[in-house]
T-cell receptor, first 114, second 112 residues
């Protein structure tokens, strides 16, 4: 079956702009989580959506938001981009959620803010 | 606050067994320990998950002592293709919700 698909793969944006990233989970998976990966901070949890509801949220400012659609596809939005938002953004899907389950990651979206 | 600590890097040679230990002193009672592997420009890939004692699958073993404050990922007979970054993952429940918390990762380099 198809894996987790993230689009776009690469993105370059200017400070102050906003960006929307997309994630299509594995068919049948209802949980979608987002992570930010940087050399300095490593892999950090942003938020999790399950059946269109945000279930958990990491310690990120309100500029980072997300949503999930009825088909489980998810989008992540970052407004007023800062240079420090440059990172690899990873999406993961799982059957039931982030706790004690196997998560399947996409290849990520590499965001560069200039 | 859940915090995981693992070695930054390790070196090994083909055919050897590699053991990577992660400490997680504040692991929640009902939380499992999960390990992931990541290659450059790819998302992490699940390796193994366990709660206590020993778990084994076709690629690795996971050893968890009775106090569950650490875990050791064991990779038998590594090959060059096992060169990757390995992460342990536990949850932080200190804020009332479950926050998946990755370690900083262990960069394993396998030499010929």
């Amino acid at each position: 079956k198809a894996g987790v698909t993230q689009t776009p793969r690469y993105l370059i944006k200017t400070r102050g702009q906003q960006v929307t990233l997309s994630c299509s989970p594995i068919s049948g998976h209802r949980s979608v989580s987002w992570y930010q990966q940087t050399p300095g901070q490593g892999l950090q949890f942003l938020f999790e959506y399950f059946s269109e509801t945000q279930r958990n949220k990491g310690n990120f400012p309100g500029r980072f938001s997300g949503r999930q659609f009825s088909n489980s596809r998810s989008e992540m939005n970052v407004s007023t981009l800062e240079l420090g938002d440059s990172a690899l953004y990873l999406c993961a899907s799982s059957l039931t959620g982030t706790m004690n389950t196997e998560a399947f990651f996409g290849q990520g979206t590499r965001l560069t803010v200039v | 606050l859940a915090k995981t600590t693992q070695p930054i890097s390790m070196d090994s040679y083909e055919g050897q067994e590699v053991n990577i230990t992660c400490s997680h002193n504040n692991i929640a009672t009902n939380d499992y320990i999960t390990w992931y592997q990541q290659f450059p420009s790819q998302g992490p890939r699940f390796i193994i998950q366990g709660y206590k004692t020993k778990v084994t699958n076709e690629v690795a073993s996971l050893f968890i002592p009775a106090d569950r404050k650490s875990s050791t990922l064991s990779l038998p007979r590594v090959s060059l293709s096992d060169t990757a970054v390995y992460y342990c993952l536990v949850g932080d429940t200190s804020g009332g919700s479950y926050i998946p918390t990755f370690g900083r990762g262990t960069s394993l380099i396998v030499h010929p």
